[in-house]
Each structure stands twice: as C-alpha cells, then as structure tokens.
C-alpha cells in the first residue's frame, strides 16, 4: 500500500510535467509564428501602413476630394476633421458600391450634415437589395441618394415600406412613385394620410387617370391640414370666389399647395391694386402665384407702363400681358426691348434693370443661410 503523500507527489510531478510541455509547445508556436511573418508580413504591413490614410482629410482625397470639397465639407460639419479613418472607409465603401462620386458626396453632406453619424450599415444589403427592386435603375436610386442622403437611414420595415404601400392603395406606384420621390425626395418621412386628407383629394376633382392626380396625392399626402385650410381659406378671401372653386383650382395646378400665404398675398395685393386685373382671372392663369414679384410681375408690368408712355410698338397690353409674364428673359427682351434703336435700347434696359433694384439691394444684405435645396 503506498501512503497518501506517495499519491500527492506522484500527481505533483504529472501536473508539472505537463505544464512544461504546454510551455515549450507555444514557445515553439510563437517562435514558428514570428518566423513566419517577420520576414515577408512585417515589411508588407509596414508598407500598407504607409498607403493606409493617416486621418479623414487623407482618407477623403483618396476617395477624390479636391482640396475646395474638403473645405466645404469641414465647414459644413467640422466634427468630420476627427472622424475615425476605419469607421469613415467603411461607409464609404458602403457608398461607392451604390455609384456615389466625390461631387456626390459634397451635396450629400450639404443636405444632411450629420449623415456620417448615422449608422447606414444597418441592413445596408437588405435596404440595398429593396431599393434596386424598387427604382428599377441604379442611376435613379444613386440621385434619390444624394437628393436626400438620409433615404439610407429610415427604418425599412416600419418606414419605406407602409408608406410606399399606402401611395399604392391610392394608385401611386411603379415609376411615378419614384419620379415623385425625386421631385420630392423627403416624402417618405412627411406622408401622413386621414379622414380629412382623403376628402380634400376628393374636392379637387381630379381622377386616378388624370397627369395631375399624383401631384394631387403627394403634396395633400405631405402637407398639414391646418396649413391646407390656411391657404384655401386665404385664396378664398383673394380670389372672392367659392372653397370649391379653390380647390377646382388646385386640381388642375396643385403646385399652388407650395406657394406660401405671403407669396399669395403679395402677388394678389399687386395684380388687383396696381394692374388693375380681376381677382378671378388666376382662376384661369394660377401662374401669376408662382410669378417672381421682384424680377418678373413687378419689373414687366412697369416696362408695359413705360412701353405705353413712349409710344413705342410692339406694346405689352391686357391682350398679350399673361404671354409676356411667362416669357424667358431672353426672349423677353428680344421682343420688347431689344428690337428698338440703340439710343431707347440703353434707356429701356436702363428702367428695366433700375425696375429690379429692390431685389439686388435686398440680396446684398441678406445673410448666407445653408438650407435644405429641395
């Protein structure tokens, strides 16, 4: 019978042996690892390190920032400047799989400041896979993108999809879903659909077959009641006319939904009180809501004033003023001004240009504002 201490010195000896083989077999592992790599791995690495961008301006001018891109990133979001290099590449490689270039990149961040804080890799291939589907052209999704670079990050499931699903309930799928989405690239977070919106689309009148009825079902879809009761409500006032005459009106121009109550205000005060032309007459001729006060209604209609004054032909009258208001500036001025001798040429661009002061004065007091271009 051999004693307890016999055992325990017996397993004293087994475990220390084994631990001395454990350490000699990664000794040698290590050792045949730093041989392995030393020679050929180390210098390949150092000379990647090297290539490797070192910060996010690097980073940028390899992916084909000038250096006048860099300035208007970083003073568009200057938290940029200390972006990690690792998280940066792989967003960016994120991007260049969906066709975005350098210019690309600069409106992008104009758009959205923050876009590189959020997390696009998220369901990146999923989203990817979805929105190939939907727009059909890889050209088309890339402009949808820089339009509105945070179409990457709203929720797919809970987001995109009812919403798309709602526009194609009401008869608004395919490519005109997609031709309205760029034309209104943020329509997806606006959209909002009720009891009220749904009997305002009915009031205008226009059917499912109609051009206008996709215009019709976005801008009703994005817009706010109150600022839709607002508006028709102050039209009602202007054009003295009936709330379904109004929104006979805004069937067949619904761009009218975009004008803002001031613009309105504005343009009516000027066409009732100084040309003199009946409220009712944008009835038929809604362009005179979207006409540029300061450069076309107010400078074209003095011109008319002074045309008359001078005894000069051609003449702008009431018979031709809604064709001269939608005329190209060139080809305005071909008609009207630029056809008389040199010496009244001088004297009428003179007036015309002298017509436009207020708005030149007015710019060169205006503060630079970075606002959203769409």
């Not at 001018?61 to 000038?66: F, H, N, V």
């Amino acid at each position: 019978m051999f004693s307890k201490a016999h055992y325990l010195l017996q397993l004293r000896f087994l475990v220390s042996a084994s631990n001395r083989q454990f350490c000699t077999g990664s000794a040698s592992k290590v050792a045949a690892t730093c041989s392995t790599i030393c020679p050929n791995q180390a210098e390949t690495q150092r000379e990647i390190g090297i290539e490797s961008p070192r910060n996010s301006s690097e980073v940028f001018k390899k992916w084909g920032c000038t250096e006048n891109d860099l300035l208007n990133i970083f003073s568009r979001q200057p938290s940029l400047r200390k972006a990690r290099v690792n998280l940066l590449l792989s967003k960016l490689e994120l991007l260049s799989s969906l066709g975005i270039t350098s210019s690309d990149l600069v409106k992008m961040i104009n758009c959205s400041s923050r876009f590189f804080s959020y997390r696009i890799n998220n369901c990146f291939h999923e989203r990817l896979e979805f929105f190939r589907t939907l727009f059909g052209s890889g050209e088309v999704l890339r402009k949808t993108i820089v339009r509105n670079p945070s179409f990457l990050t709203y929720d797919l499931h809970n987001k995109i999809k009812p919403v798309i699903a709602c526009y194609e309930e009401m008869g608004v799928s395919g490519n005109e879903f997609t031709a309205m989405l760029l034309w209104k690239p943020t329509m997806i977070p606006r959209t909002s659909f009720n009891e009220e919106k749904m009997e305002f689309i009915k009031k205008t009148g226009v059917s499912k077959g109609s051009k206008m009825y996709k215009y019709v079902v976005v801008l009703i879809g994005i817009s706010r009641v109150e600022t839709m009761q607002a508006k028709v409500a102050n039209l009602e006032k202007k054009f003295g006319c009936s709330e379904d005459e109004v929104w006979s009106l805004i069937g067949r121009s619904p761009h009218i939904l975009t004008v803002s109550v001031d613009k309105v205000e504005k343009n009516m005060t000027f066409i009732v009180d100084t040309m003199k032309l009946s409220p009712k007459l944008v009835l038929h001729n809604p362009f005179l809501l979207y006409c540029n006060w300061e450069t076309t209604l107010k400078p074209r209609f003095l011109l008319a004033e002074k045309l008359k004054e001078m005894e000069l032909q051609p003449q702008i009258t009431r018979s031709n003023m809604m064709w001269a208001l939608q005329m190209k500036e060139s080809k305005f001025l071909t008609m009207f001004v630029i056809c008389h001798p040199e010496d009244v040429v001088t004297e009428l661009l003179e007036f015309y240009k002298n017509a436009k002061c207020v708005k030149q004065l007015a710019e060169t007091s205006k503060k630079a504002v970075i606002r959203f271009p769409f």
